[in-house]
């Protein structure tokens, strides 16, 4: 068999061994880790009649010439939160080289018989720069230069824990954010878009299916909320006679359950809360959280934003509270191509002999593909226990061949679908 899935997996132990220690993975964007993992992929390509390049953002492109100009692209990130997962990004690049080796196996290009000539279309794998945006906290780095998307002014004065720059510690590397828009340049020619990622979230382990097609991701609406009362001396105010903040908040982080419990799909997540002063002995005069929710569909997205802000408004007034929102970050609902949904429920169907259909609650890089206005889709596989970004995330070694059979499946019809 050309194709060979437990290459794959092996491969991804071989990386984990490189590039993590007992807490994890540490191949975090930028950062020396980083860029011994990526030397590592390219030590894999030896052999293969590929063409190899650095896109103006970082963005690493191994692309095997094919008939046609017409181009699939097949997509994933090396780069890693820190102490994450061995699974995280890297499978999608993996599985991507598997694809890879399979076509130009079966096109002859190193066997001893005849040699049957390029693909019909193009194919091009790419591991993405910064998916995760550990460091700097913007996700999506790379793959939202190559939209177009970029939003450099915002992005080159960010730092990290220790005061580095993001365009310092970019050029570091080799990459100037001020060329990010040249990466636009690698759309040319791009036909379709396939992305292999572990599902993050326990649904398909749930339902006992190895496999699921992604509709498209969730749109995030993140808000600061900051409630405000009055500071006063816990042993001598009575309770009828406090504003406190910290209630009010507390109401709203129970309610937002409830909100998002209206729609199968939606969450709604209370992350952080700070009170102050902070201290036993007052009253909690200042609260201040953070809210996220997220939704595959703009108007209960909107929906579920104004149930939140009335429910705040109620709840602080109960408290004799008043209350201020600040929107910190949004990004809209993006829906995968119809066509190449049909075409990832077959390739699941024939390989796991059941598929489903569901959305991504994370955000990918097939998102910014996406909206570039690229045929896109992405493949999920199984996460034991449904966590990510975790020392301990794993799926399993059957499940992970399962998927690269399913991948290479979905390759062949995309193939087919631009030839």
Known sequence: MSLKPKRTVAELKELRALTGDE?????????????????????????????????AAGNHWV????????????????????????????????????????????????RGHEFRGRPPVTIRLVDWADEEGARFGRSLL???AFAGTATIAADRVRTDREGTRMEDALRRCGVEIDRFHEATAEQANAGAYIELH????????????????????????????????QE??????????????????????????????????????????????????????????TLDQRDLDAGTLAMMLREAREASERFAAEERCTVDWSRIWQIEPI?????????????????????????????????????????????????????????????REEHIELAVEAFDRLASKAIAFLS
Not at 70 to 97: C, E, Q, R, T
Not at 203 to 222: F, I, S, Y
Not at 259 to 276: E, L
Not at 371 to 386: E, W
Request: with cysteine; charged share 20%.
């Open 23 to 55: 807490n994890g993975a540490q191949r975090v964007a930028w950062s020396d880790t980083w860029l011994k993992a990526r030397e590592w992929f390219t030590s894999k390509l030896t052999g293969l009649p590929v063409e190899e390049h650095y896109d």
């Open 63 to 110: 692309t095997l010439p094919g008939e046609s100009e017409k181009a699939l692209l097949i997509g994933g990130h090396l780069d890693s939160v820190p102490n994450g997962g061995w699974l995280d990004g890297a499978l999608n690049v993996l599985a991507g080289l598997e694809i890879l080796r399979r076509v130009n196996y079966e096109r002859g290009h190193d």
């Open 142 to 144: 790379g793959s939202s």
């Open 198 to 229: 572990i599902e993050q979230g326990p649904v398909l382990e749930r339902m006992g299916l190895p496999l699921g097609v992604v509709l498209g991701t969730k749109g995030v609406e993140r808000h600061a909320i900051t409630f405000h009362g």
């Open 232 to 289: 006063a001396h816990s042993g001598s105010t009575p309770m009828n006679a406090r504003r406190d903040a910290l209630a009010a908040c507390a109401k709203l982080a129970l309610e937002i359950r409830a909100i998002a419990g209206k729609h199968p799909d939606a969450v709604c997540t209370m992350g952080s809360v700070k009170t102050f002063p902070g201290i036993v002995t007052a009253v909690v005069g200042r609260c201040e959280a």
């Open 335 to 395: 829906a995968f191509d119809a066509r190449m949904i049909e075409l990832c429920d077959e390739a699941v169907r024939e390989t796991a002999g059941r598929s489903h259909r569901m959305p991504s609650g994370p955000l990918h890089d097939a998102a910014e593909v996406s909206r570039a206005g690229i045929p896109t889709v992405m493949m999920f596989v199984q996460s034991l226990g449904g966590i990510s970004h975790n020392k301990v995330e794993d799926t």
